[in-house]
C-alpha cells in the first residue's frame, strides 16, 4: 500500500480533493475494499456529485452485498449523465439480480438501447426482457424501431446541437416520437440553459416510454 502513499498525502492536504476517486479505485481494484469504502465515503461527504466516486462506491456496495445501495446510486448516475455505459450496464445488472419487474428492467433497457445502439449487450438484455407477444408487435415496434428516415435525423441531431431545441423536441413528443424526442433531450441537457427543463422532461419521457412499452 505504500504506492498509494502519494494520493493519501494529497487527501491529507485537501480533504476536498476529487483524487479520492483515484485511491478509492486503486484500492478497489487490490482488493483493499474496507479502505476503498472508507476513502469513497469521505470524499463523497465532500464531493457527492463525483460520478466516479459514486461508481466505485455502488460497485463497494455488491461487495459487501448491499445490492439495493448499489441500486440507488446508479440510478442517480444514469439519470444525470445516461453516456455512462458502464453504471447503465451495471445497473440492468443489478435489476435483475434483485428480481425487480420486467416492466421496469425493460424500461432501462430500451433507454439504453437508444443510447448505446446496437451494442450487443444491451441487445441481449432487449432478447430476454422485450419479447412481446407476436400480436403485440407492431405496438412495440413504435417504441423500439426506428425506421430509416427516423434513425437519419437522430444520428444527425446526435452531432448537431443547433437542431435541439424545445420547438423540436416538442415536435417529436406531439408525433408520439419518443425516442427521437429522448435524444434530443439528452443533447440540450449538455446545454446549461436547458439543463434543469431537459432533466424534467427525461424524467416524464421515461415515464411515457415504459407505459407505451
Known amino acids: 500500500m505504500k504506492t498509494f502513499y502519494n ?17 478509492a479505485n486503486s484500492y478497489y481494484k ?10 469513497c465515503q469521505k470524499g463523497l461527504d465532500e464531493n457527492p ?22 441500486e440507488k446510486i446508479l440510478k442517480k448516475i444514469v439519470q444525470n449523465n445516461p453516456h455512462h455505459f458502464n453504471a447503465t450496464i451495471l445497473l440492468i445488472e443489478i435489476l435483475i439480480i434483485l428480481n425487480r419487474s ?10 439504453a438501447n437508444l443510447v448505446f445502439p446496437n451494442n450487443e449487450t444491451i441487445k ?47 415536435l417529436f413528443l406531439k408525433q408520439k416520437k419518443y425516442l427521437q424526442a429522448m435524444e434530443i433531450l439528452i443533447i440540450m ?6 439543463n434543469k427543463f431537459s ?8 415515464k411515457i416510454i415504459q407505459k407505451e412499452s
Open 7 to 23: 494520493i493519501e498525502q494529497l487527501l491529507a492536504n485537501d480533504s476536498k480533493s476529487p483524487v479520492f476517486t483515484i485511491l
Open 30 to 39: 487490490q482488493g483493499y475494499y474496507k479502505e476503498a469504502l472508507n476513502v
Open 49 to 70: 456529485d463525483n460520478q466516479l466516486g459514486q461508481y466505485v462506491l455502488a460497485k463497494l456496495y455488491l461487495i459487501y452485498k448491499e445490492e439495493k445501495k448499489a
Open 102 to 111: 420486467k416492466t421496469t428492467i425493460n424500461k432501462y433497457v430500451v433507454f
Open 124 to 170: 441481449k438484455y432487449l432478447q430476454l426482457y422485450n419479447n412481446k407477444n407476436i400480436n403485440q408487435q407492431s405496438d412495440s415496434k413504435k417504441i423500439l424501431n426506428i425506421n430509416k428516415k427516423e434513425k437519419k435525423l437522430s444520428q444527425s441531431s446526435g452531432y448537431n446541437s443547433q437542431l435541439a431545441t424545445k420547438t423540436m423536441y416538442g
Open 189 to 194: 441537457k449538455k446545454e446549461d440553459k436547458y
Open 199 to 206: 432533466v424534467l422532461e427525461i424524467k416524464k419521457l421515461n
